[in-house]
């Protein structure tokens, strides 16, 4: 039993665990992380890293 369903091949399984794992990265409000999901934290922090980066080479630095 998953959740009240029963599984009853490894395909079912297999997408529900996956179904799970998306819903645990862009469904699940944090807040730990501002209110933000785990994915748009990450999405933020990279953004934020690539734009210093940028700033980084712009002055030299």
Known sequence: ???????????????????YIRYYNTGRYQIKLSS?????????MMRDRSAGAAANTFWGG
């Open 1 to 19: 039993m998953y959740y009240l369903h029963k599984i009853t091949d490894n395909a079912s399984l297999v997408a529900a665990i996956e179904e």
């Open 36 to 44: 933000m999901t785990p994915m748009s934290t990450m999405k933020r």
